[in-house]
């Protein structure tokens, strides 16, 4: 997507400095109220001079593009706060004291880890408005799904070892699950 509106801000740099020799300057706004167009946005010349001519590599004193015609990459980054937020994990990889890689916490509150390396997790929205679900959606949302490949992959990357390794408790309700005899890959019983 940033690839797409460099291109764009690039193609009309190159399409504004053809273009420059053949507009007329733009009258600001302030100074004649009989040019006003509603289905245009312009503002007046000293407000977009600065920023707008230093991408065209114009002149600082001449603006003579009109503002709706060119949309520069400053604009379309103003204007989108999607493209200013970056979305991240939360892993630290090197932590301050020890350089250490970090697990995420908020893993370990809504995930668990199964000894074979599958992932467990609740179905979100369990407790909201039950008075409107029926008994078998109900007896649904009680349980836990298991979350994909990919998923598994990343929630590995965001925990330590020391969470990937097998735990036991005592009555745990989770002991039949911890094996998985009958996929090939985590089978640890031979086949008789």
Same mark, same amino acid.
């Given at each position: 997507?940033?690839?797409?509106?460099?291109?764009?801000?690039?193609?009309q740099?190159v399409?504004?400095? &053809?273009?420059?020799?053949?507009?007329?300057?733009?009258?600001?706004?302030?100074t004649?109220?009989?040019?006003?167009?509603?289905?245009?946005?312009?503002?007046?010349?000293?407000?977009?001079?600065?920023?707008?001519?230093?991408?065209?590599?114009?002149?600082?004193?001449?603006?003579?593009?009109?503002?709706?015609?060119?949309?520069?990459?400053?604009d &379309?980054?103003?204007?989108?706060?999607?493209?200013q937020?970056?979305?991240?994990?939360?892993?630290?990889?090197?932590?301050?004291?020890?350089?250490?890689?970090?697990?995420?916490?908020?893993?370990?509150?809504?995930?668990?880890?199964?000894?074979?390396?599958?992932?467990?997790?609740?179905?979100?929205?369990?407790?909201?408005?039950?008075?409107?679900?029926?008994?078998?959606?109900?007896?649904?949302?009680?349980?836990?799904?298991?979350?994909?490949?990919?998923?598994?992959?990343?929630?590995?990357?965001?925990?330590?070892?020391?969470?990937?390794?097998?735990?036991?408790?005592?009555?745990?309700?989770?002991?039949?699950?911890?094996?998985?005899?009958?996929?090939?890959?985590?089978?640890?019983?031979?086949l008789?």
């Amino acid at each position: 997507m940033i690839r797409s509106i460099a291109s764009l801000a690039i193609r009309q740099v190159v399409q504004t400095r &053809a273009f420059v020799g053949r507009v007329p300057p733009v009258v600001p706004v302030l100074t004649t109220h009989s040019a006003r167009n509603f289905s245009i946005f312009v503002r007046p010349n000293n407000a977009i001079a600065a920023p707008r001519n230093t991408i065209a590599g114009l002149p600082n004193n001449t603006c003579s593009i009109e503002p709706t015609t060119s949309f520069r990459l400053l604009d &379309a980054l103003a204007t989108s706060p999607v493209l200013q937020t970056q979305p991240n994990r939360t892993v630290i990889k090197f932590s301050m004291r020890k350089g250490k890689r970090k697990t995420v916490k908020a893993v370990i509150k809504r995930f668990k880890r199964l000894d074979w390396g599958g992932w467990i997790r609740t179905i979100s929205g369990r407790h909201k408005k039950m008075w409107r679900k029926r008994a078998n959606r109900k007896r649904r949302l009680r349980q836990h799904v298991l979350v994909n490949g990919t998923q598994a992959t990343l929630l590995d990357k965001m925990v330590t070892k020391y969470w990937k390794r097998p735990r036991y408790y005592i009555n745990d309700p989770y002991t039949p699950y911890h094996t998985r005899e009958e996929f090939v890959y985590t089978r640890r019983k031979p086949l008789q």
